[in-house]
């Protein structure tokens, strides 16, 4: 049953620009008082959106600003209607969009509790019964009597949030109001929430912390310019999100550089020797000079594809190509690149004559490509320098700062650079992996340790591993509820190399391989079983219906399925193949059988036959 | 349209609180606090019988004690014009309410109408204490019509209430041109002089037509006339006619009221 749901929706917003400084007398003079109610210009804030959120769950909302988040939310609060379509929200509401508003800045806070609190739909004697709750709540038990003004804008918040979170709606709608305290009562907050969710409240949160919403949700939507662009598990929709902020990054970046190349061609040229070339070399400030003797047409990046690029990830490789045209032959020419931050700090710089490339001979149009095969460099903004020059430093052509890129990474380290690095640890010293969000997850990034990886870091884990001369195994199941025949055959499955790598199926695909029933552990628990399992190195949790695609990225030595399987029903087998790598099946051992236990279970009582939710325990 | 004016029975708990607390607000941190309800429009009359007795003084016979003659026009009519000009303001002031909260928007203009009767309401001592002074007791069976009066006075303020808070949305000018409309009815209204002057009576049909003429006249005549309510008619008839504009404001107010969490 659902809590709420949106059918497609339209909302537009109807923009009476032309009327903004129009009045009730221009209008009555002008005869235009009709025209004037008819809006000039509309605009779709929310276009077709469909969803539902089941009742007891956390829905995300996520999107770029301007994307219809909060329109979203007040079609769900009912402060406004939707244009076409039809919202229908199941039970009582409490809105956490602005909070505190309706507060009167005279009165106490203990005042404006009460009148606050019957704004938001409580009688008198429901506030009275959460008074105290609501004070301690706010953290606010010796300032309650004085006017709300006195208030900082922290305690002011604090109460809104109290009093608007005590309302013990059916329904919570949150618009990015986390941030209204210090980390204490942040954490307060979450825990509140968790508490909603425990008593089978419905959460509807409208934020830009994606961390939250990977952590925290049990499905998410992400908007984009008033239209729903994916709903669905909140880890997807997040990737899916930042794909595509990675994308519009991209786009700006070649907007900003076009747009220093181009003012730079146009700027006039000043005569002989460079003279706007700036006194001090390592100051950077944008510009090109030189005499243009030898003239660089053209600077693109490209990613590993040799594709035109403006956003890297980190550890990628990236080139740098620069088209140069002689005007005239010359002997003496060198080529230099170098990268800056967004401080200005120099991260590197080389030339063609530092790296002891004596200049021959140059003529008419050529092609220089500089390579980096892994550009370790933490998340940031980059310029690049590009010049040609003599070898004594006379410009030909001076491109200072005119290229931008951007390095991404989900890594929250510091500095600049980021050496390529691994942890190991000796002695009786133990992590617990955090799973809480996939920007922590570079930092585990296993030695001989066990962690549970996404696709990109087996694949990276697999690589190193076969590069230190260890053949990799991977097999793949669900391992629903794990059973000795399971750890047996994992063993074996170890046995046929140094390193195991156990591809577990996520709860989508299970449903989709195996009925709704199943799996009836969720995914996260069931790959921190097995990962804790001696044999196993590492876990990694797919979602696709067949094994193939993270066989394609980890690329294992050894396959290893289960001898009920038939030779050539394994899927992978070419893959692995054609490597030089081998499939092994491995005989099960009878009387085990997860579907088996699971039956079992049921039969033996009730209690267990609810099918499970696949929500993610960690919240 | 009918719904919402049921539902507005479900919000009197919140109108109660909140004309509470723009009564406590307003004089919040005042030394005479609640006082000034009082004080302010003893001032206000202090200056009017001024003027009117001294400067331009008013010869006619019936209507001594002036001051007591004018605080039944003027009280009244400071309820009428402030609660008219706090409701056209009062949805863009409550904006944030009204965009951020699911909140009946019609309750605004309601408790700026509703504040003012209760500042008429502590107004009235002054009634109280001219009296006493002028030792004019006022007819006990005229006495039984005036919450009758109030309740005509209530019910037509918060019609135009509600249409010049939905309108004023729209059209933020009408701020202005409200200050300058009422002061102009202010004049034309028999408040600070009699009805039946003989300069008014060319004027009869017009005084007659405008509706808070009948509401001064029927303050007057319970407090301050000798004789019989003879104006109940007029009352009535202005009761009936309150209930019509009072619908046709709610009903402008209704068709307007999803616009406002966009405009505003």
């Known amino acids: ?71 979203a939310l007040k079609l769900v609060a009912g402060i406004t209607k939707p244009t076409t379509g039809t919202v229908d929200v199941k039970g009582r509401i409490s809105a956490l969009i602005e909070l505190g508003a309706g507060f009167h800045p005279e009165i106490s806070g203990r005042e404006n509790v009460f009148i606050n609190g019957i704004m938001l739909g409580l009688t008198r004697r429901e506030i009275q019964r959460r008074f105290d709750e609501i004070v301690e709540f706010a953290e606010l038990q010796d300032f309650i009597n004085a006017p709300v003004k006195t208030y900082s804008s922290g305690m002011y918040m604090r109460l809104g949030f109290a009093v608007a979170i005590h309302v013990d709606p059916e329904v919570l709608l949150v618009d990015e109001v986390l941030a209204v305290g210090d980390e204490a009562f942040t954490h307060k907050c979450l825990d509140k929430f968790a508490e909603f969710r425990r008593k089978g409240r419905t959460i509807l949160l409208v934020t830009h912390s994606l961390s939250l919403v990977e ?222 969000t996939k920007s922590e997850e570079n930092a585990r990034l296993p030695a001989g340790g066990v962690a549970v990886l996404d696709a990109p870091e087996a694949a990276a884990y697999a690589e190193r591993e076969r590069a230190s001369g260890r053949r990799v195994v991977f097999t793949n199941g669900v391992f629903d509820l794990l059973h000795p025949g399971h750890v047996r055959y994992l063993q074996q499955a170890r046995e046929l190399g140094d390193r195991l790598i156990v591809g577990v199926n996520s709860d989508r695909s299970v449903r989709i391989n195996k009925g709704a029933t199943r799996p009836i552990t969720p995914e996260y628990e069931r790959a921190e079983i097995l990962s804790s399992l001696a044999c196993v190195d590492a876990v990694v949790v797919f979602d696709d219906e067949t094994p193939l695609a993270i066989i394609t990225a980890i690329q294992p030595d050894v396959l290893v399925k289960g001898a009920d399987w038939a030779e050539d029903a394994i899927v992978g087998r070419e893959v692995v193949e054609e490597r030089g790598g081998r499939v092994v099946r491995v005989p099960v051992e009878d009387g085990h059988s997860t579907t088996r236990l699971v039956e079992r279970i049921r039969q033996s009582g009730p209690g267990v036959d609810r099918p499970n939710s696949g929500r993610d325990p960690r919240a | 349209m009918l719904g919402n004016l049921l539902r507005l029975v479900r919000y009197r708990g919140l109108i109660v609180s909140l004309v509470a607390r723009e009564l406590k607000a307003r004089y919040r941190g005042s030394v005479l606090g609640f006082f000034w309800s009082f004080i302010n429009p003893l001032l206000l009359l202090a200056i009017y019988s001024f003027i009117f007795l001294k400067i331009l003084p008013n010869r006619e016979e019936a209507l001594k004690p002036f001051p007591l003659f004018m605080a039944c026009g003027i009280l009244p009519w400071t309820w009428f014009s402030a609660s008219l000009t706090e409701a056209s303001g009062s949805l863009i002031a409550g904006g944030n309410l009204i965009k951020k909260v699911l909140f009946p928007a019609e309750v605004l203009p309601l408790v700026s109408v509703l504040a003012n009767m209760m500042h008429f309401l502590l107004a009235l001592p002054v009634v109280v204490v001219l009296i006493v002074v002028f030792h004019r007791m006022p007819e006990g069976v005229g006495l039984v019509w005036f919450p009758g009066v109030m309740l005509v006075q209530l019910i037509f303020t918060a019609g135009l209430a509600l249409a010049l808070a939905a309108l004023t949305v729209h059209f933020r000018d009408i701020r202005d041109i409200l200050a300058n409309v009422l002061m102009l009815w202010f004049f034309v209204t028999p408040i600070i002089y009699w009805y039946q002057q003989k300069e008014v009576q060319y004027y009869k049909e017009f005084f007659d037509l405008n509706p808070f003429s009948h509401l001064a006249i029927a303050y007057q005549e319970i407090l301050f006339f000798e004789g019989p309510f003879g104006h109940w008619k007029w009352i009535v008839a202005l009761g009936v006619a309150s209930i019509g504009v009072f619908l046709a404001g709610y009903w402008l107010f209704d068709r307007l009221r999803d616009s406002f969490a966009e405009v505003v």
Not at chain 1, 6 to 30: C, D, E, M, N, P
Not at chain 1, 383 to 395: E, F, I, N, Q, S
Not at chain 1, 431 to 436: A, D, L, V
């Open chain 1, 215 to 436: 952590r925290f949700c049990d499905d998410a939507i992400w908007l984009d310019r008033g239209q729903a662009r994916i709903h669905g598990d909140p880890r997807r929709v997040v990737d899916a999100y930042l794909t595509a902020v990675e994308e519009s990054d991209e786009q700006q970046l070649a907007t900003v550089t076009a747009r220093a190349v181009a003012a730079e061609a146009a700027a006039p040229r000043s005569g002989e020797e460079g003279s706007d070339a700036p006194a001090d070399m390592f100051q950077a400030v944008e510009g090109r000079w030189g005499s243009r003797e030898v003239e660089i047409t053209e600077v693109s990046m490209l990613d590993g594809t040799g594709r035109p690029s403006f956003v890297f990830h980190s550890g990628a490789p990236m080139s740098v190509q620069i088209k140069a045209r002689a005007h005239s032959p010359t002997d003496d020419f060198v080529f230099g690149v170098s990268l800056f931050n967004t401080e200005g700090v120099c991260c590197y710089g080389t030339n063609t004559f530092l790296e002891d490339m004596e200049p021959q001979r140059l003529a008419g149009d050529v092609k220089v490509m500089f390579t980096v095969e892994s550009l370790d460099l933490v998340e940031g903004t980059y310029k690049l320098d590009v010049a040609v020059h003599k070898r004594d430093g006379y410009p030909y052509d001076y491109h200072r700062l005119l290229y931008t890129f951007r390095v991404t990474t989900r890594a929250r380290d510091i500095g600049i650079y980021r050496p390529r690095h691994h942890w190991s640890f000796e002695g009786p010293i133990v992590f617990r992996t955090r799973k809480s």
């Open chain 1, 1 to 71: 049953m659902h809590a709420i749901e949106l059918s497609h929706v339209t909302k537009i917003y109807q923009r009476y620009s032309g009327r903004q400084f129009a009045t009730l007398k221009s209008a009555l003079l002008q005869r235009s008082i009709l025209r004037d109610l008819r809006p000039d210009e509309v605009f779709p804030a929310l276009n077709d959106v469909s969803f539902s959120v089941p009742k007891g769950s956390t829905y995300g909302v996520i999107g770029r600003n301007g994307s219809g988040k909060s329109t």
